[in-house]
């Protein structure tokens, strides 16, 4: 009797760790689908209901469309065009249950829109302001087609509310968070390789995620100890490797070999999908390692690039150095070869970064 309950127990832990492994077998690839969805939003506006979708709401969108393509062809992100035409989709409703065209629309309606956005959507500020943003630049485009001849957000601006403090980890939290021992099944030790080496390199140099999924295996030089990166408007900036991600780096690389599919170029490898990995993959695959680490505090992938610029920041004092490696909007794309030479970069990372001692050794560097 004693015996069949243990038995019993046993089978009812090996069916419970037997779901978990799914599970995060199943994130990837669930993920990898909703980002596709995402992206193409704007293309067939799968925002609109189909209640909406009339032809007046047709025929507002139609130059909603015709302008996120030229965007397209000018290489903005699909997340940028994804998020221009939510903003665009919503004053498009309003503007059809106000029977109003984009000609009429005035600041006095603008401003009822965007009340009504925020008082009763409950829409965060910030997230007004980027739909005011998209709104913006879409009558600019209205005005140079000769289609509109006012822009109604001219003059027109929210209060804005302080900025908050971004979130930051200590030094030791993400020693525990990178440090941790390997996982004891096969399949996960294969992932935490992998996902050591995107931790490794999201904090090492302070990329945004969706930087990071963008990387291909060319962008990096293991040699040199630099990895280049394309950033927001297309911009391009090069930025020193630290030798802990490199060496995680160069664990993870013959199990990618073994994962991808059709030759995908991408550096960073869906292990069931076998192509590139999406940024929701690596927020989910965050969240697992930190709770693997014990770790209580919230982990995202920014915050990791949170804890990059502060780190550095607090190790140098060098504020335009920091901002040549973080890539933010009024550095130039050419930074590279001006303001801040790489060499440069180079040193202040030396001193600064605690895991990124910028020297050159052979074979693995761990």
């Known amino acids: 009797m004693v015996m069949s309950r243990k038995r019993a127990s046993h089978n009812k832990v090996q069916r419970r760790t037997s779901q978990k492994q799914d599970l995060d077998k199943e994130v990837e690839q669930e993920a990898a689908l909703v980002a596709d969805e995402a992206s193409q939003a704007w293309r067939s506006g799968s925002l609109s209901t189909s209640k909406e979708a009339d032809a007046a709401l047709r025929d507002l969108l139609s130059p909603v469309h015709r302008w996120l393509n030229t965007l397209s062809v000018r290489n903005h992100s699909e997340h940028t065009l994804t998020a221009y035409f939510a903003g665009l989709n919503q004053l498009a409703l309003f503007l059809r249950g106000k029977r109003l065209t984009w000609t009429r629309c005035d600041k006095r309606q603008l401003a009822q829109h965007i009340s009504q956005r925020l008082d009763e959507d409950k829409l965060a500020l910030a997230s007004v302001q980027q739909e005011l943003s998209a709104i913006r630049h879409f009558y600019g485009w209205l005005i140079e ?171 140098s004092g060098d504020l335009r150095a920091v901002q040549e490696m973080l890539g933010h909007s009024d550095i130039s794309t050419t930074q590279i070869y001006t303001h801040v030479d790489f060499a440069k970069l180079t040193q202040v990372y030396d001193r600064a970064h605690p895991r990124a001692t910028h020297t050159q050794v052979d074979g693995d560097t761990e």
């Open 145 to 315: 087609e000769g289609i509109a001849r006012i822009n109604p957000t001219t003059g027109y601006q929210l209060k804005r509310s302080a900025r908050p403090l971004p979130s930051i980890a200590d030094v030791d939290l993400l020693t525990q968070l990178l440090e941790q021992e390997m996982p004891d099944t096969p399949e996960q030790a294969r992932l935490w390789l992998r996902d050591k080496a995107m931790f490794e390199l999201l904090y090492s140099s302070g990329l945004r995620v969706g930087e990071l999924v963008a990387l291909d295996v060319s962008d990096i030089d293991l040699s040199d100890l630099r990895v280049r990166v394309t950033g927001k408007g297309n911009k391009t900036r090069l930025l020193p490797l630290g030798r802990k991600a490199a060496g995680a780096i160069r664990r993870y690389l013959p199990h990618r070999e073994l994962w991808v599919e059709q030759m995908d170029a991408a550096l960073f490898i869906s292990e069931k999908l076998g192509t590139r990995l999406s940024t929701r993959a690596v927020q989910q695959r965050l969240k697992v390692a930190a709770a693997r680490a014990g770790i209580a505090q919230n982990m995202y992938p920014h915050l990791l690039r949170h804890c990059f610029a502060s780190h550095m920041l607090s190790g």
